[in-house]
Structure formats: structure tokens, C-alpha cells
């Protein structure tokens, strides 16, 4: 297939189309990257898997390079990359844990359709062309019509009443950040955007806060880009963020109803940084750091 003007070949992953490659990045589902990723390994292989299926596997790191790039020196040929929502949220919160140590954090997400897949874009492009014709709105892949509508609902439920998703979000986040005990309360939400996802975050922190500070560690974080100037209209919106390596963070103030709280707003590509970006920015460290690709 040609390729951003480049022919490429495309072969079936058979186990042996692993011989002779130093990193392999599995963007399949999560029965398939169980599948494979051993076999890769077997054949020398460092596996950069993006599918949920190792992330909470205690031996196999979930990395964020600005965050944690240290766990992938214990990696054993598999090293997972995390859910896009997570880590969006954590390109802001993050650098503010550093400065003040987070106690609590509530998300509430506004995520795109091509969290879905395409067939979620053509469904929403489907129905805005049909609204605009005046015909009927079909719908197959939502539970409801997603065009003027936002739906509460990403993943199957659990007995608890969070989505996966949700609790993806709260066991993620603590993983990733090294906060096993961290309270994390999530609401995903899907709404009518093409792409990028943002999340409101409210945080309580074990220190007081300055946003004076906050807003210098965000601005120094290497993964966000501080847009917060609500007084001239500025802070992210996902259209802006499309197609961005860094997440944007903005309308920081004080939470009113937190100890120590601080409330912002984080727009990031769920296709990017949320998903192929990181991947590929996990193997960039690593060889930068000159962190050994070969299992020990
Ligand atoms: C979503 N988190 O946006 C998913 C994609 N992995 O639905």
C-alpha cells in the first residue's frame, strides 16, 4: 500500500514476521496482542502494545515517557502504553502532582468518536449529513444518535456502576504515576468532536497551591502546552490540539470546593499522544537514554 507517498509492504503478522526486528508496535486488540506479543518476544523483539491487555499486568511496565520512562528499564520484551483519556488527563496533572503531591483527582472526559474507531466517524458524518438533508439519522454503533447529543456511556458497565473506561482512568493514572492509593473518581463521556478528547479535572492536593507555580510547572512540562488566558478566549480546544504532539492545558483556577484544589482543562489528540504517538515516543527515550531495547 502507498503510504504518506512511500509504497510499503504489508504482510500478515505471522509469528516469524517478527525475525530480525528490534521493536514491534502492536496497535491490534487486545486478544490479538496476547497472541503475539510473546512470539515477538521470543524472536528478540521489544513490543510496544497499545491494546489494554498488559497494562495492568504487575511485571510489564505502563509508561509515559515524561512521566515514567525509569519502569521500562525492568521491562522483560513488553512494555504497554496507556488508555488515550489517561493520558491526555495526565499530561496536566502530573506536573502539578510534582509540584504539590495529588491527593484526589475527578476526571469528567469529553472524548471524540475516533476513540471509537471510523466506523464511529462515519457514523456521526452520516447523520450530520443526513439532519442536514432532512432525512432520518440511522445509528449501529452508538446506543443513541451521537450528532447533538452526548452519551455517558464508553465501554461496557461494571457492577460498580463506573464504566471500563472509567476505572481504566483510576487504575491507570495510579500505575502510572506510582500512587497505588490515589482516589480517582471518573465520568467518560462521548461527544459529537471528530478528533481529540479533553478532560475537566478537579484535584485535591496534599499542599497548598499557587497558581502562579502551577502554571510555570505546566508550561516547563514537556508534554503540555500552557494555553490559559481565559480573559482574551485563550485556552485548548480539541479542533486546536488535532494533529499536536503536546496536550494543552488551560483554565486553571482554584477549586472551590477542594482542600488544596485546583480545577483545569486538558485538550490532547487521542489518536496521537493518547495512543501511536506515545508508542513511538516510548522507543525515542529509550534509545535516547540508551535503555537496552533486548529483554535482560
Ligand atoms: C475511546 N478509550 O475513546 C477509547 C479508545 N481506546 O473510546
Not at 476513540?115 to 454503533?141: M, S
Not at 493514572?173 to 490515589?182: D, E, N, T
Amino acid at each position: 500500500m502507498e503510504v504518506g507517498g512511500k509504497k510499503l509492504t504489508v504482510q500478515e503478522a505471522k509469528p516469524e514476521a517478527f525475525d530480525g526486528l528490534d521493536i514491534a508496535l502492536f496497535a491490534a486488540e487486545g486478544a490479538i496482542a496476547k497472541a503475539l506479543a510473546p512470539e515477538a518476544v521470543k524472536r528478540g523483539c521489544l513490543v510496544l502494545d497499545k491494546s489494554s491487555a498488559f497494562r495492568m499486568d504487575p511485571t510489564i511496565p505502563l509508561v509515559v515517557p515524561e512521566i515514567n520512562l525509569e519502569a521500562t528499564r525492568s521491562h522483560r520484551g513488553i512494555i504497554a502504553s496507556p488508555n488515550c483519556s489517561t493520558a491526555i488527563a495526565l499530561m496536566g496533572l502530573y506536573p502539578l502532582h510534582q509540584l504539590f503531591g495529588v491527593k484526589r483527582a475527578f476526571f469528567a472526559t469529553y472524548q471524540s468518536v475516533s476513540g471509537t474507531g471510523a466506523d464511529a466517524i462515519d457514523e456521526l458524518e452520516a447523520q450530520t449529513q443526513a439532519y442536514a438533508k432532512g432525512e432520518a439519522l440511522t445509528k449501529k454503533v452508538y446506543p443513541y444518535q451521537i450528532f447533538q447529543n452526548v452519551i455517558p456511556h464508553i465501554d461496557s458497565f461494571g457492577g460498580d456502576g463506573y464504566t471500563g473506561e472509567e476505572t481504566k482512568m483510576r487504575e491507570e493514572s495510579r500505575k502510572i504515576m506510582g500512587l497505588p492509593a490515589l482516589k480517582v473518581s471518573a465520568t467518560c463521556v462521548r461527544v459529537p468532536v471528530v478528533r481529540a478528547h479533553s478532560v475537566a479535572v478537579n484535584a485535591e492536593f496534599e499542599r497548598p497551591v499557587d497558581l502562579a507555580a502551577a502554571r510555570q510547572a505546566l508550561a516547563a512540562f514537556p508534554g503540555a502546552s500552557l494555553l490559559d488566558d481565559p480573559a482574551n478566549k485563550v485556552y485548548p480546544t480539541p479542533l486546536d490540539f488535532s494533529r499536536q504532539v503536546k496536550c494543552g492545558v488551560g483554565r486553571l483556577r482554584h477549586d472551590t470546593a477542594l482542600d488544596n484544589g485546583l480545577a483545569f482543562w486538558v485538550s490532547g489528540d487521542n489518536l496521537w499522544k493518547g495512543a501511536a504517538l506515545n508508542s513511538i515516543q516510548i522507543a525515542e527515550a529509550m534509545i535516547k537514554a540508551g535503555i537496552p531495547l533486548k529483554a535482560k
